[in-house]
Structure formats: C-alpha cells, structure tokens
C-alpha cells in the first residue's frame, strides 16, 4: 500500500452520526477512487475524482459525497450514517485514464466502518 | 453496461493441484481485463492484466490468464497452488463513463488451499 493512506483504519459510530474516510497518496496520481466491499457484492465505486475539483458519481453513491481540495486528498464523507453503510471502504489511485499500461488502480489498505 | 461474472464463490483445491478461477464478461467494444488479488485485511494487489497484443498473460506469482474473445472470458489459472496462494481473487473489466474509465469488480472466489 505504498503511497495510499487511509484513515482513520477502523471506526464505529451510531446511526445519524456524519463519518469522514480519508485517503492520502503521496504519488501525485489524477485519479482518485473510493469502493466499499461487502461480501457477495465484490467491489463496488462509490465517487471518483479525476482532478482536483472534478469528481462524479459511481454506481452507489446514495448517501455519500465527496471532496478533492488537493491533489492528494481524497475526502469520503457520510453525511447522516445508517447501519446500511457498515462495510469496508477502500481508496484507489491511477495514474491516469485506461488502457495504458501505466494507468491500474493501486489500492490502499481499507477502512472498516460499523454503524451501529 | 459492461459486466463481469465469477464463477464458484469458493473454490478449494489441495497444495500442489491446479488452480482455475472463472471469469467471463459481457463487453460490447474491446475490454480491458484484470485480476486482482486479496490477501486477509489487506487491500486488493494487481495480479495481471490483458489490454492489447498477446492474448495469454502472465502475472505475478506464476499466475496466468488468457483472454478467449469467442468464448468472452479471462479464466485465471496457476499450475501448482501453494498454501500462500490462499486468498480472494476478482476479476474487473474497464468500462467507459462517460469521459472516463472506471474499472468494475466481479463479486470474488475465494481460493482455499489444503495441505
């Protein structure tokens, strides 16, 4: 997981409360990504950022919102938690877009959240 | 949409036996396929991947994949498995949204190794 920081790495926090997942890298990659895992369910994209300032939605971003202020911060934020949302939250960074050879996602190590 | 489907959740082979994980995927351009790998509480590592030119690939840790475009799938295999093989596997395929690319996940297999 050189170069991607998460934190904080675990949390649990009551229903209602906001969260706010961090990813830091230190690689000065454009692309920015946040998924949950949750099993039977694989990976899935919650935003992505592709500069600062620039981000959209993945395909569950209900609930979620993020923010790009720097290069390399990548903020998930859960505004009103619910128990729905406990999972394990991962970010990724690429270097650019697909298919070059350089541009695969490297992952950080994950950051567990449970909703109580 | 683009899709990707694993075959087998769990897959359970002895120490020594071939290693076959199943991916198929539904593509309506040329796709870009991926094998990414869990070790427990870590996050996902790349194993290989397939993008232009030779359609067998070959990855980290004596795994391999080859990409059958009749038959639209990226099979990961590995002659021998090793007990350090134990982990859980997930194939991805890009798609396109928009302006840019995003890599969607199939749901994993997870791989067991008995001694």
């Known amino acids: 997981d050189a170069g991607i920081t998460q934190s904080p790495r675990h949390k649990v926090t009551e229903t209602g409360t906001p969260v706010t997942l961090r990813c830091h890298q230190t690689e000065n990659h454009r692309y920015m990504y946040w998924y949950r895992q949750d099993p039977g369910h694989g990976l899935r994209l919650i935003h992505y950022s592709y500069g600062v300032k620039d981000t959209d939605k993945g395909e569950v971003s209900d609930g979620y919102s993020v923010s790009r202020s720097k290069t390399e911060d990548f903020l998930l934020t859960l505004e009103s938690a619910t128990s729905s949302q406990t999972s394990v939250y991962f970010c990724?960074?690429?270097?650019?877009?697909?298919?070059?050879?350089?541009?695969?996602?490297?992952f950080g190590a994950g950051s567990r959240l449970t909703v109580l | 949409a683009q899709s990707v489907t694993q075959l087998g959740s769990h897959v359970s082979v002895s120490e020594g036996a071939l290693v076959l994980l199943r991916c198929n995927y539904s593509?309506?351009?040329?796709?870009?396929l991926f094998w990414y790998v869990q070790y427990p509480n870590q996050g996902l590592q790349l194993l290989l991947k397939y993008t232009t030119g030779a359609t067998l690939v070959k990855g980290i840790n004596g795994f391999e994949a080859e990409f059958k475009k009749s038959e639209t799938s990226f099979h990961l295999t590995k002659p021998s498995a090793h007990m350090s093989d134990a982990a859980e596997y997930f194939c991805a395929v890009i798609h396109s949204g928009g302006s840019n690319y995003k890599l969607t996940f199939g749901k994993g297999t997870l791989l067991t190794v008995n001694p």
């Open positions: 593509s309506s351009v040329p796709p870009y």
């Open positions: 990724a960074i690429s270097a650019g877009q697909y298919p070059t050879g350089a541009n695969v996602l490297t």
